[in-house]
């Protein structure tokens, strides 16, 4: 393994287990603020290798190859929060700086945990329980009203290892599951589907010193259970529900101890009783995030620049955008493997556009990019972004 | 050699022969982009080479080690202008695709031919002459009036190869050297010293098909022969004068087959009779140019971002300023070589400032980076990027 290059001066190197586009979205600003990157990648032409000098390729579940890995690093971070809680403990004993710790990512890593912990701090959530048979299902399913959203405590993103049910059959291979090792473990997490207005996410940067900033609330949008566009900031937000949300966002990072850049997704609802908006806490992710990419565009400091400050306790950069609106649409996969006459001609429509694209193969409904505007008028970015997704995608074909 | 490693979907390879900061700055916005990047290098601890994975080391004077390099790629661009001829001949002669061309990058190697064709072309110079003996200086300084400005026509960079002179004697060496192999081999350049308001620079993209985009026009300040300090736009233009430099670069850019990122330095005057602003050309530059570094933060689409899309014939990004204005300060080395405490330090008392480093070991008064803000109040700009650039240069120390 070849060691990664120092800048000279005294600059750091910051370790990112997974090779995937957040990884790989780190590599402008590093290469700007003069750090370093190693990458641990899952192959030789993972999105972040492609573009990072130093990206071995090893195994995230493997202790050897990342404690090696880790060895050549300052400070240790993630592309994705699947890193084995054993292979998080081994690291720590090495004393390599792990951000988020292992005590954090519990929280992301498990949904029961995360649900549990949250209750307990007082953070808004949905009506929530544990349920590990089938009488445990249909008891909360009565009591809280069909139908209910069931999700395996672990192993679960973009809409993965959930299910919105009728009845305990609609989960009856998960119940099979409880008790042995794995995502079903400790049981199924049994939670109220929210009649929500739409979704949010707070998104905040947070390092070991407890220097914290927020980016604006945001709204964004889900199109079969993956986010395909965000609208930063979210537009007509009650200003109250924002500084309560951020809050909220805030009080999470500091009492979970979470370090680098942390998203909370929300539910933004309203009070049956008085009408205020209020809002519930769905998911936490800890590490930069979909519902952060317009940042890279929209705001002083993206979340990529802003995770790595965090990771390595520098100060953290302004948060503020750039423009009034700031529009992301998701770049997902369509039939069409050969993208480079497509992004020609989505350039040649809107000069305005910024193209974000992550060197993945084409598959159908995979991420492979994103694309943002940034202006004045809503309206008109939402079309601007939508059509450069659907038109890359081979959605519409002019 | 590895082959550098293409993006799946038909993207292509972009070649920089040189790996400076220029080709390092390349490398973010060619990630976002899934363009795929290789820098034939200085050496393996390059500017570019320590950010860019495919960065072969070779002497950018050696045919075959060029070749070589361009073999792997789709079209060669440059980070310098210091490519001999012969190199750039045998290039075309293997048919590949160069950014600028030979013919065009023959005007920015060579500053009497650049007055030559500026001058055929209808350009406004300051008043010019080639001289190959003291008589010659000598004349045409008594015509024109003392100091006058010499220049060695070739191989002149940041100052170096100019000399203000009060007589033929000043350039009594240079004169050995005419008719000899070299910067002085046609002679030496004399200018008129202009007697300039400030200097101005002109920024265009202009690209193989003819479509060209023109930043807003900027104020460069130099200090000793270096630009220190650029306002973008510049403040106070007379519009029409912003409109005719502006003209004046789009037109030299076609005149002179000008591919990439073009930059075109000038100096602002005043007619004597009139007192109307006008405009003469300094200096040409055939690449992305110092005077154009606060479009990375400032603009919708940054310098390096276009110059990547104007080779490889890409539809142009729009150059857009983001804010009404952006200070870009250069990061001249100091005496000290650890910087990382003092980029703490400029980042904590300034959250809003974009730092960008260029991987580069310091040494007095070598350019190793460069800060930009944006924002509403020019005063308060200046002072902030003049802080941080004269902090990390160890010229302030609070």
Chains 1, 2 share one sequence.
């Not at 990342?66 to 993630?78: M, Q």
């Not at 950069?317 to 493997?337: C, I, K, S, W």
């Amino acid at each position: 393994m070849t060691s990664p290059q120092r800048a000279p001066g005294g600059f750091p190197v910051v370790g990112i287990i997974g090779g995937g586009q957040l990884a790989r979205m780190c590599a402008g600003p590093a290469a700007e603020l003069s750090l370093t990157l190693s990458v641990l990648a899952e192959a030789p032409d993972a999105a972040a290798a492609q573009v990072i000098p130093s990206a071995p390729v090893g195994d995230h579940t493997d202790i050897d190859a990342v404690l090696a890995f880790a060895a050549e690093c300052d400070v240790v971070t993630f592309d994705h929060e699947h890193v084995p809680p054993h292979v998080l403990d081994a690291l720590v004993a090495k004393g390599v700086p792990l951000h988020p710790s292992p005590d954090a990512l519990h929280f992301a890593q498990d949904k029961l945990a995360m649900r549990e912990r949250l209750t307990t701090i007082g953070v808004a959530c949905p009506s929530w329980e544990r349920a590990v048979d089938a009488a445990e299902v249909a008891a909360f399913g009565d009591r809280i009203g069909w139908p209910v959203v069931a999700k395996t405590p672990r192993g679960g993103y973009d809409g993965k290892g959930v299910r919105v049910i009728d009845s305990a059959d609609d989960v009856a291979d998960w119940l099979e599951q409880v008790g042995r090792p794995g995502a079903l473990a400790d049981g199924v997490l049994l939670e109220e589907k929210v009649d929500f207005v739409r979704e949010l996410a707070v998104l905040i940067a947070r390092s070991p010193s407890n220097q914290a900033a927020a980016w604006p609330v945001v709204e964004t949008v889900q199109t079969d259970g993956i986010c395909t566009e965000v609208l930063a900031p979210a537009p007509d937000l009650d200003p109250d529900l924002a500084a309560v949300a951020t809050a909220a966002g805030l009080r999470i990072a500091e009492e979970l101890g979470v370090t680098g850049v942390f998203a909370v997704e929300m539910f933004e609802v309203r009070d049956p009783a008085t009408g205020a908006a209020a809002y519930v806490v769905n998911e936490l992710a800890m590490r930069p995030h979909n519902s952060g990419h317009w940042s890279m565009d929209g705001a002083v400091t993206g979340q990529f620049e802003q995770h790595l400050r965090a990771v390595l306790d520098l100060p953290l950069g302004a948060p503020t955008p750039r423009e009034p609106h700031t529009v992301m649409a998701n770049v997902l996969g369509g039939d069409y493997p050969e993208l480079y006459p497509a992004y020609r001609h989505i350039m040649a429509r809107d000069p305005g556009l910024k193209v974000h694209l992550y060197g993945k193969a084409v598959r159908p409904g995979r991420k492979i990019g994103h694309v943002t505007v940034s202006g004045g008028d809503l309206a008109e970015l939402r079309e601007r972004a939508g059509h450069a997704a659907d038109y890359l995608a081979g959605v519409i074909t002019e």
